[in-house]
């Protein structure tokens, strides 16, 4: 698939380009950030630019190189895949001066209730419960795939738009 300009997308789309070309930038020899061993495991399942909650549900299966000592996936792992997945649904609804940059995180409380071992599946579903024009409340939950009853993590998300101010005439 030919790279497109995600800037010039709106909503699924958008959601969809900006995922493909972190995966993609994952493959590189030499780029080693440290997301790299986990954002290509993650796949979109669907979206939905409903009002007044837009949300983008993920699927990722847990690897050994996801996991702490006891073979569960390590609780850094599941902060950073919520920090990720919980900011799409911005991409949802942002626009030009809007979101568009997908803004900073100010707070990630991610709240773990049960282990994840190595080799489960599980959807990570993430809507956004208010976007503003400066704050934003995201709201993420993992759970076992096939099984919505069994919560693994929660997390809430508050983040802070940091697009320019547009130009006063």
């Given at each position: 698939?030919?790279?497109?300009d995600p800037?010039l997308?709106?909503?699924?789309?958008?959601?969809?380009?900006?995922t493909?070309?972190?995966?993609?930038?994952?493959?590189?020899?030499?780029?080693?950030?440290?997301?790299?061993?986990l954002?290509?495991?993650?796949?979109?399942?669907?979206?939905?630019?409903?009002?007044?909650h837009p949300?983008?549900?993920?699927?990722?299966?847990?690897?050994?190189?996801?996991?702490?000592r006891?073979?569960?996936?390590?609780?850094?792992?599941?902060?950073?895949?919520?920090?990720?997945?919980?900011?799409?649904?911005?991409?949802?609804?942002?626009?030009?001066?809007?979101?568009?940059?997908l803004?900073?995180?100010?707070?990630?409380?991610?709240?773990?209730?049960?282990?994840?071992?190595?080799?489960?599946?599980?959807?990570?579903?993430?809507?956004?419960?208010?976007?503003?024009?400066?704050?934003?409340?995201?709201?993420?939950?993992?759970?076992?795939?096939?099984?919505?009853?069994?919560?693994?993590?929660?997390?809430?998300?508050?983040?802070?738009?940091?697009?320019?101010?547009?130009?006063?005439?």
């Open positions: 698939m030919a790279e497109r800037n997308l709106r909503g699924a789309e958008r959601v969809h380009e900006l493909r070309m972190v995966v993609e930038k994952a493959k590189l020899p030499d780029d080693h950030e440290w997301t790299n061993i954002l290509p495991h993650l796949d979109i399942v669907s979206t939905s630019e409903t009002l007044p949300k983008v549900v993920f699927r990722f299966t847990v690897h050994p190189h996801h996991s702490n006891l073979g569960n996936l390590h609780g850094g792992c599941i902060a950073t895949l919520f920090d990720y997945c919980t900011t799409m649904p911005l991409a949802l609804v942002s626009r030009p001066g809007f979101w568009h940059y803004g900073v995180s100010r707070t990630l409380n991610t709240t773990y209730l049960r282990p994840v071992p190595v080799g489960t599946e599980v959807l990570i579903e993430c809507e956004a419960v208010q976007v503003g024009r400066r704050l934003a409340s995201l709201r993420g939950v993992m759970w076992r795939a096939g099984h919505e009853g069994e919560i693994f993590a929660t997390c809430e998300h508050g983040k802070f738009n940091t697009d320019p101010e547009p130009a006063k005439i």
